[in-house]
């Protein structure tokens, strides 16, 4: 395995780089090759090559998908927490006034005799 230091003046760029290292290796634990030795091996031509990226942004496309339908329920989980919130404040001030407003008495005794 070939080693190389690398200096970043990016630390996103760092993060990415790191992740492709660890793509790789996953890639090679599971097949047992580099994309090298698939490539030099032939042990894929390029209609499989152009297969597997179609694939892959296909189920990119899924990702951005479901990851914007997460953002809009959380939207909206939010905006109703927020108009409930409002809500409950309106009816609190309205309560509390005439609360202070009224002369009705704070409790009604048992008036059935």
């Known amino acids: 395995m070939k ?8 630390p996103v760029v760092e993060r990415v780089c790191d ?17 090298h030795d698939e490539r030099t091996g032939k042990h894929k031509d390029l209609a499989g090559y152009l297969n597997d990226v179609q694939e892959e942004l296909m ?19 939010d905006a109703i927490k927020t108009a409930d919130h409002a809500a409950f404040q309106s009816s609190s001030a309205q309560l509390d006034f005439n609360d202070r407003n009224s002369s009705l008495p704070y409790y009604v005794t048992d008036v059935t005799s």
Do not use: C, H, P, W
């Open 3 to 10: 080693t190389k230091e690398i200096k970043f003046r990016d």
């Open 19 to 35: 992740k492709f290292v660890k793509r790789s290796d996953v890639g090679y634990a599971k097949y047992g090759r580099t994309l």
């Open 59 to 77: 189920d990119a496309i899924l990702y951005i998908q479901a990851a914007k339908e997460e953002l809009n329920d959380k939207l909206v989980s």
